[in-house]
């Protein structure tokens, strides 16, 4: 089971960019990077998913260097509204008949401030 | 309307009650899952279905049980109620295959035992 070691918190400022990296230094070959973002009490929400170099959406940007052993998720312009706890994960063979599962840690709680 | 629904949002019982938290989801997923999450813990998981009548256990499945009888439910039991048994509790369903796997959380249920 691949682990993600993530920074417990980190604070910004409205509209500044926010980079959030994640380690994963035993991800394996078949596992995608996949980030989901909480707020109080509501449950997760998927944000974006990657397997290799750069992917974006509408909401971010996740960058993955050639050897995959960590990702970066990019927030441009953040708002308050951007306060959340984000999560890294990294499946082996996420919740298939194999038994491994997605899991999730403490997450990264980012405070955006005025 | 959620695609995934939680009922009851809040619920308050006392130790030794059998309780049901009960899931519907409108997504058409045949994945269903069911974590809790305590603070500074991060989300764990306590049961999943790929189909109906499909049960697996996760991490923390002692103290629960869960019952899939069509597509759209999954319902989460606790026999007999425990304090340390109060916790968020959320399902999920998922799309995707293998590693690239995307869950959907519904908004939760805060459960406390007294």
């Known amino acids: 089971l691949a682990k993600t070691t993530q920074p417990i918190s980190m604070d910004s400022y409205e509209g500044q960019e926010v980079n959030i990296t994640c380690s994963h230094n035993n991800i394996a070959t078949n596992d995608y990077i996949t980030w989901y973002q909480q707020f109080p009490s509501q449950g997760p929400r998927f944000i974006i998913q990657g397997y290799k170099t750069k992917v974006t959406n509408e909401v971010a940007s996740l960058f993955i260097p050639a050897d995959r052993k960590s990702s970066t998720l990019s927030l441009p312009r953040v708002s308050l509204s951007d306060t959340a706890v984000y999560y890294c994960?990294?499946?082996?063979?996420?919740?298939?008949?194999?038994?491994?599962?997605?899991?999730f840690g403490t997450g990264t709680q980012l405070k955006v401030e005025l | 309307d959620a695609d995934v629904t939680q009922t009851p949002r809040n619920r308050i019982t006392k130790t030794g009650k059998r309780i049901m938290l009960e899931c519907s989801q409108t997504?058409?997923?045949?994945?269903m899952y069911w974590y809790r999450q305590d603070p500074g813990l991060g989300l764990r998981l306590i049961y999943y279905?790929?189909?109906?009548?499909?049960?697996n256990k996760g991490e923390i499945s002692d103290g629960y049980s869960v019952s899939r009888q069509a597509q759209a439910k999954f319902s989460l039991s606790l026999e007999s109620a425990i304090p340390n048994q109060t916790a968020l509790y959320f399902c999920?369903?998922?799309?995707?295959?293998?590693?690239?796997?995307?869950?959907?959380f519904g908004s939760g249920t805060q459960l406390s035992v007294l």
């Open positions: 999920a369903t998922s799309e995707g295959q293998g590693a690239n796997e995307k869950l959907f």
């Open positions: 279905s790929f189909d109906v009548k499909d049960i």
């Open positions: 997504k058409g997923h045949d994945r």
């Open positions: 994960l990294v499946g082996d063979l996420p919740l298939t008949g194999g038994g491994n599962k997605l899991t």
